[in-house]
């Protein structure tokens, strides 16, 4: 079954050792790799850089953001069901929230 880990940082990360977190990270992917389940990856770019467009009438348009979650990047994943998703979501060295979205195939 193919599952989307979607990566939410929700800004409890305070720095550390740069070098560090990257390479745990590159160890992350690359379990992935070896275990044959990694599809696709990407990061995004920091939420500086990125644009919501909103439709409601329940909010003023000019009304100030609200904190939340920025959306980091995301693993697509092709593994045998939702419990293994989610020990790979576990793995993740994120400080945040890893959700697992399973992948509607038609």
């Known amino acids: 079954m193919k599952v989307m880990l979607v990566m939410w940082s929700d800004g409890s990360y305070e720095g550390g050792d740069a070098e560090e977190d990257y390479?745990?990270?590159?160890?992350?992917?690359?379990?992935?790799r070896t275990d044959g389940v990694l599809s696709d990856t990407a990061q995004f770019a920091e939420v500086e850089h990125?644009?919501?467009?909103?439709?409601?009438i329940s909010r003023h348009?000019?009304?100030?953001?609200?904190?939340?979650?920025?959306?980091?990047?995301?693993y697509?994943?092709?593994v045998a069901d939702l419990d293994a998703a989610a020990d790979y979501a576990r793995r993740a060295p994120l400080y945040g929230t890893v959700e697992v979205r399973?992948?509607?195939?038609?």
């Open 50 to 56: 990125a644009r919501a467009v909103v439709t409601s």
């Open 76 to 78: 697509l994943l092709d």
């Open 23 to 32: 390479a745990a990270w590159m160890r992350y992917e690359e379990s992935l």
């Open 102 to 106: 399973p992948i509607v195939e038609y």
């Open 61 to 74: 348009p000019d009304a100030e953001p609200q904190p939340s979650p920025a959306l980091s990047g995301y």
